[in-house]
C-alpha cells in the first residue's frame, strides 16, 4: 500500500535545484510553511494559557544575559496584569526566546522546533541603536481588520533597558501590544498626525480621544483658555492648542485621575489595569468612549476593546479560574548545525520503472549540491533489514568528501522489510550525535509502499517524542512514486530533468524564508512569431558586491535573448539551458552587479505563441549576512491572513503586500499582482497605501487590495510586483507608530522623520490560496455587495433655527469597494441597541427631510459623500443612525459605524477640522433641491414663533448669496 502518515506526524517535502547556482540559498528546516495568522507561528491556547509563543532576538543584538532575565521579568509580570484584566481567562503559559547563533553556546539552551526561527517569530526585538537603524518604538504589524490577529510584535533593545521609562512600565507595553497582536484591537488614542488629539463631544464637552468616556478638561492656545475648538486652526492636533485634564499641569497624556483609563488608552498610568468596556453597569473608569475618533471605534465600528475580546475564540473557550499563579515557562532556543539523515528505500518495490536509479542518483546530487556546509549527514538504507551505512557525520565544502559519501550505498534493489523500520535506526544515528535531537531531519528516499509492520504510522510517537521532522526528497517526475506525507508544499510546479537531475522553479513552491534571496524582478510576456519584447531591471545599491542571479522560462524553443548592463557589458552566451519535459529554463552563473540597470531583449523564434518568464535574484544573506552590509536592501512580502476563502460565506479574500527595510515602512510604492485562476486566466489587482477601502492605515507599508473575481474551486496563484514612483522613501517615528505604544510627553503633533531612497523594484516569492464553494453562476449573477462603511461621521450640527446635521462618509461601490453604488439607506433610532441589533426595522431617513443632496444616487467608490439632513420632526434629545449602500440586485452592504448625536438645544458640536464649502466658479441651485428646501420651510414655519420665522428669513437671504456658487458634487451648504 502506499504510505500517507497521519496529521501528528510533522513532514514536508524538500526541493532543491541540483545543478543550477540557487541551491546553495536553500536550508531545510525553513521549507515548512507556518499554519498560522500570516504565515507565521500559531500561537495556541489551551486551558486560558497561551502557548507556542516565540520571542525572537536579532542577530544585530549584543550578546546579554542580563537581556534575558529582563525579557523574562516583563513577560511575567505581563502575564499577571493580562490575567487580571481579563477577569482571570488568560495568561501566558510557555514562552520560548530564540537567541542568535553567534550568541555563546550554553548547554542548557534547546534546538529550536520545526519553524522557531525570527522569520516566523510572533515577537521580535531587536537593536535600536544598531547601524540598521530599526524602530525606536514598540508597535505591531496589523495589516488585518478587527478581531484578527496582527502578523508580529515589535519591541526595541530599549524596553528591556535602563531607558524603558520613555514608554512606561515595559510589562504594560506588551499587554497592549498583545490587545493588537491577538485579538486585533486598534489604539484608543491618537495614531497619525492628522488624528484629533481632542474632540467636542454632542454634549459640548471636549474630551480626550481616548477611553474611558466623559473626560473633561480645558483647552489652551498659549497660556490663554479657549471656549471653542474653532478657534484651533487645523484642527485638535494643531500645535496652537492642547488640552489638559482638570487638575492635572503635566499634559493629558501623561496620566488621567482615579485610575480611569484602559490598556488600549492610558496604559501608561500605574493603576489602569482593564480594557474598555461598552456595559451601562460596569465600571464607570473604563468605560467606552462611543464618539472618541480613535482607530479603535472607526476600525471595530464602535465596539469597545472588552467586546471585541469577548468575540475571540480565547474569551469564548476559557472560564474563570483561580491560579496560584499566572507565571509562564520559558525555554532558550538557539539554532545549531543541522542534523539530517537519509533513507535509501532499495527494496523490491524500487525496481519498477528504474525507480532505484534515479533514487541514487537524485540522492548524489542532493549530497553535492542541496546540503548546507557544515551540517551533519548520516544515512540508513532499506532492503532485507535496516543497515546504517554512515553515521551523521559533518559536510564540509570540499567535494572530495562528498565523494567519500558515495561510498558503500546499495547498488540494486533486494528483499522487502519494513519502512517504518528505518525511523528508530535514524534517531539512533542521531542520537549518536546529540542528546538532544529535536529539529533534526530524517528525509526519506522512497516510493512510499509500507506494507510491513512496523510502519511508519506505529513509530509516530518515537518521531513525537524525539522532536524530529520527518521529511521527504524527491526523485520522480511522476509524483505518485515519490513518498506522500502531509503538509507537503505545493508540488505541481516542480520540474524534473530528462537526465534525472532535479531542479526547482521558485515562483511556485512555498519556500517563504525571504532572508535566503531577494527576488529583484519578474518579467512575464506572451510572444508570437517574432515579437519582441524590451523591458529593463534595476539593481539598487543594496546588492552592491552581491552575487546576482539571471534566468528564464520558455516552453517550445529557447527565445533570442540579449542581456546589457548599463555600464556596456553584454551578456551573450553566459546562460546554461536546462531541458525539461513541460518547461524549459536558462540559467546564467552568478555575477558581481554593482547598482545599475539591466536591459534585456526577447525575441521569440517559435512557430506557435508562447509564453517566456525573465527572472533576477540575488543571494544577499548566503554569503554576507545583512548586518554586515552598508545599505539594508528593502524586502517584500505578499501575505493573507488565511490562504482559505469560502466564496459562498465571504465574497471576496483580501491580499495585502508588505514593503519594509529594517521593520521601517517604505511608502510611495507603485504594487501590482497578477492573480492567476484555476483555469489559467488572470486578474490584475493594484494595492493602495492610502487609508481607504481595506486599507487600514496610510502610509504604513502595508498596501491592501483584495480579490473577488472566481472563477471556480480551486488554486488561485497570487504573483506581485513592487516598483517606485521615482524615488522611494522610508519613514521612521520615534515618537509614535501606527499601532503601537505612545510615549508619555505626546502635547504636539506627531512627527516622522523620513528619508529617501534611490529607484528600487521587487517580485516577491508568489502565494497561493484555495476558494471552496464557488456558486456555479457567481460570474453571470452579482453576489457582492457594497462594502461596509466605517468613517459615517457628523461634520456640524446647528440646533437653533432649522435642526440640521451635516454628515459625511467614504462611498463604497457597487462590488466591494469597486464601481458605483445604487442608494443607501440611512436609518436612527433612540437607543443604540436596536439599530445594531434591528437595523431594518427601526426608522428611515426619507428624501423630504434632506437638503441639497439625495441618498439615491451615491458617489463613484473612495468619494466622500456630504449629507444635509433635517431633524426638526424628532422629539427626543439624543439619536443614533447608520447606514448602508446597496447595489441594483438589492445586495445589501453591512450596516456601517453607529453614530450617536444629541439633539439639545445649545450643545453645538462644532468640528475639530472646520468644514469649508469648495466651490470652482457660477452655477445655479438645482431648482429640485431648491423646491424641497422651500417646501420643508413652509412645513416649519407653521411651529415656529415669530422670532423662529425672523431667523428663517436670514437663512433664506444667507442661501440666496451662496446659490451663486458652485457646489462640488453633492457637497452642502451648511445652514449656520
Not at 531607558?163 to 512606561?168: K, Q, R
Not at 498626525?193 to 489652551?220: I, M, Y
Not at 567519500?404 to 528508530?424: E, K, Q, W, Y
Request: glycine letters at 6%; one cysteine or more; charged letters at 25%.
Amino acid at each position: 500500500m502506499k504510505l500517507f502518515v497521519v496529521n501528528t506526524v510533522m513532514a514536508f517535502l524538500v526541493f532543491g535545484s541540483l545543478k543550477g547556482s540557487f541551491s546553495k540559498l536553500l536550508e531545510f528546516q525553513d521549507f515548512q510553511d507556518p499554519e498560522g495568522p500570516w504565515r507565521r507561528q500559531p500561537i495556541l491556547i489551551q486551558d486560558g494559557g497561551y502557548q507556542n509563543l516565540l520571542v525572537a532576538v536579532h542577530g544585530e543584538v549584543k550578546e546579554s544575559i542580563g537581556l534575558i532575565e529582563n525579557i523574562k521579568d516583563a513577560f511575567t509580570k505581563a502575564s499577571q496584569i493580562l490575567y487580571e484584566a481579563t477577569k482571570q481567562r488568560v495568561y501566558f503559559q510557555d514562552i520560548s526566546i530564540l537567541v542568535p547563533s553567534q550568541w555563546s553556546k550554553n548547554s542548557s539552551y534547546e534546538s529550536p522546533r520545526p519553524n522557531e526561527t525570527y522569520h516566523t517569530s510572533r515577537v521580535i526585538l531587536r537593536d535600536e541603536e544598531s547601524d540598521a537603524a530599526p524602530p525606536a518604538v514598540p508597535f505591531v504589524r496589523q495589516p488585518g481588520g478587527c478581531g484578527e490577529e496582527g502578523e508580529y510584535m515589535y519591541l526595541p533593545r530599549r524596553l528591556f533597558g535602563s531607558e524603558h521609562s520613555i514608554f512606561g512600565d515595559p510589562a504594560k507595553v506588551i499587554v497592549h501590544l498583545w490587545g493588537h497582536l491577538r485579538w486585533g484591537l486598534f489604539d484608543e488614542f491618537p495614531t497619525t498626525p492628522n488624528d484629533q488629539f481632542f474632540f467636542q463631544s454632542n454634549q459640548g464637552r471636549v474630551e480626550p480621544s481616548f477611553c474611558p468616556a466623559e473626560l473633561t478638561g480645558k483647552v489652551l492656545q498659549g497660556n490663554r483658555e479657549v471656549a471653542n475648538l474653532s478657534v484651533c486652526t487645523g484642527g485638535g492636533n494643531n500645535v496652537s492648542c492642547e488640552f489638559l485634564l482638570t487638575d492635572n499641569d503635566d499634559g493629558w497624556l501623561t496620566r488621567t485621575p482615579n485610575g480611569r483609563g484602559s490598556l488600549m488608552s492610558s496604559y501608561l498610568q500605574d493603576s489602569v489595569k482593564q480594557f474598555c468596556h461598552s456595559e451601562d453597569e460596569g465600571d464607570v473608569n473604563s468605560r467606552h468612549n462611543h464618539e472618541a475618533p480613535t482607530q479603535q471605534n472607526r476600525l471595530c465600528l464602535g465596539k469597545s476593546s472588552w467586546d471585541v475580546i469577548v468575540e475571540s475564540g480565547d474569551i469564548m473557550t476559557s472560564q474563570t479560574r483561580r491560579l496560584n499563579h499566572a507565571k509562564p515557562n520559558f525555554r532558550i532556543v538557539q539554532k545549531v548545525d543541522q542534523l539530517f539523515v537519509v533513507v535509501l528505500d532499495a527494496r523490491e518495490n524500487m525496481k519498477e520503472n528504474n525507480k532505484f536509479q534515479r533514487m541514487m542518483e537524485a540522492y548524489k546530487h542532493y549530497v553535492y549540491d542541496l546540503f548546507p556546509p557544515y551540517s551533519h549527514l548520516g544515512v540508513v538504507s532499506v532492503n532485507k533489514t535496516t543497515e546504517k551505512v554512515f553515521p551523521c557525520l559533518k559536510l564540509w565544502e570540499t567535494p572530495g568528501f562528498r565523494w567519500f559519501m558515495d561510498r558503500d550505498l546499495p547498488t540494486a534493489p533486494v528483499n522487502h522489510s519494513s519502512l517504518g523500520a528505518s525511523i528508530p535506526k535514524a534517531i539512533e544515528i542521531l542520537q549518536e550525535r546529540r542528546d538532544n535531537i529535536s529539529g533534526s531531519v530524517i528525509l526519506i528516499m522512497s516510493d512510499g509502499t509500507d506494507d510491513i509492520t512496523p510502519t511508519i504510522a506505529d513509530v509516530q510517537d518515537d518521531i513525537a517524542s524525539a522532536g524530529v521532522v520527518l521529511a521527504s526528497l524527491p526523485f520522480s517526475a511522476n509524483f505518485s512514486e515519490n513518498i506522500i506525507l502531509p503538509n507537503t508544499v505545493d508540488v505541481k510546479y516542480t520540474e524534473f530533468l530528462e537526465n534525472g537531475k532535479i531542479h526547482q522553479r521558485y515562483q511556485g513552491t512555498r519556500v517563504t524564508d525571504w532572508t535566503r534571496f531577494i527576488r529583484i524582478a519578474k518579467e512575464e510576456v506572451y510572444l508570437d512569431t517574432d515579437d519582441e519584447y524590451r523591458f529593463h531591471v534595476t539593481i539598487d545599491v543594496a546588492f552592491d558586491g552581491q552575487e546576482v542571479f539571471l534566468r528564464f522560462f520558455w516552453r517550445n524553443s529557447k527565445p533570442e535573448v540579449s542581456v546589457t548592463m548599463e555600464d556596456g557589458t553584454t551578456l551573450a552566451n553566459y546562460f546554461n539551458d536546462y531541458i525539461g519535459r513541460k518547461t524549459n529554463y536558462s540559467e546564467a552563473d552568478p555575477m558581481l552587479i554593482n547598482s545599475q540597470k539591466i536591459y534585456v531583449y526577447l525575441n521569440s523564434t517559435e512557430p506557435s505563441p508562447q509564453t517566456i518568464t525573465f527572472e533576477v535574484f540575488t543571494g544577499l544573506s548566503v554569503r554576507n549576512d545583512e548586518a554586515l552590509v552598508a545599505v539594508r536592501p528593502v524586502r517584500a512580502s505578499l501575505m493573507m491572513y488565511s490562504s482559505l476563502v469560502n466564496v459562498t460565506k465571504e465574497r471576496m479574500i483580501r491580499i495585502y503586500g508588505t514593503v519594509s527595510q529594517v521593520e521601517r515602512p517604505i511608502t510611495a510604492c507603485i504594487v501590482k499582482a497578477d492573480v492567476i485562476n484555476p483555469e489559467g486566466g488572470k486578474t490584475t489587482l493594484l494595492f493602495r497605501d492610502d487609508g481607504k477601502g481595506i486599507d487600514n492605515h496610510r502610509e504604513d507599508g502595508i498596501y491592501s487590495a483584495y480579490f473577488t473575481n472566481f472563477t471556480s474551486n480551486g488554486d488561485y496563484h497570487v504573483d506581485m510586483s513592487v516598483k517606485i514612483r521615482k524615488r522611494g522613501k522610508w519613514k521612521r517615528v520615534d515618537d509614535l507608530f501606527t499601532s503601537g505604544a505612545m510615549t508619555p510627553k505626546l502635547k504636539y503633533p506627531i512627527r516622522y522623520r523620513y528619508g529617501g531612497l534611490p529607484p528600487f523594484q521587487r517580485a516577491p516569492l508568489p502565494i497561493t490560496f484555495t476558494a471552496s464553494d464557488v456558486p456555479k453562476d457567481f460570474q453571470t449573477l452579482d453576489y457582492l455587495p457594497p462594502a461596509i462603511i466605517t468613517d459615517l461621521r457628523l461634520v456640524t450640527t446647528v440646533l437653533e433655527s432649522i435642526p440640521t446635521l451635516t454628515l459625511a462618509w467614504t462611498a463604497p461601490g457597487d462590488d466591494f469597494m469597486e464601481g458605483q453604488a445604487t442608494g443607501y439607506e440611512l436609518m436612527f433610532t433612540s437607543t443604540r441597541s436596536a439599530i445594531r441589533d434591528d437595523f431594518g426595522q427601526v426608522e428611515k431617513v426619507t428624501e423630504d427631510t434632506l437638503i441639497y443632496a439625495t441618498l439615491k444616487k451615491p458617489k463613484p467608490a473612495l468619494n466622500t459623500e456630504y449629507l444635509n439632513v433635517t431633524v426638526a420632526f424628532y422629539s427626543d434629545s439624543r439619536i443614533y443612525l447608520a447606514i448602508r449602500a446597496f447595489d441594483e440586485y438589492n445586495n445589501f452592504g453591512d450596516i456601517s459605524n453607529i453614530l450617536e448625536i444629541s439633539l439639545i438645544s445649545g450643545n453645538t458640536s462644532v468640528p475639530v477640522t472646520p468644514y469649508r464649502l469648495q466651490t470652482t466658479g457660477q452655477t445655479e441651485i438645482n431648482q429640485g433641491n431648491l423646491s424641497k428646501v422651500v417646501f420643508s420651510l413652509i412645513v416649519l414655519i407653521g411651529t415656529l414663533s415669530a422670532t423662529g420665522i425672523f431667523v428663517l428669513v436670514s437663512v433664506l437671504v444667507a442661501k440666496k448669496v451662496k446659490s451663486r456658487q458652485k457646489v462640488s458634487g453633492s457637497i452642502p451648504l451648511v445652514l449656520k
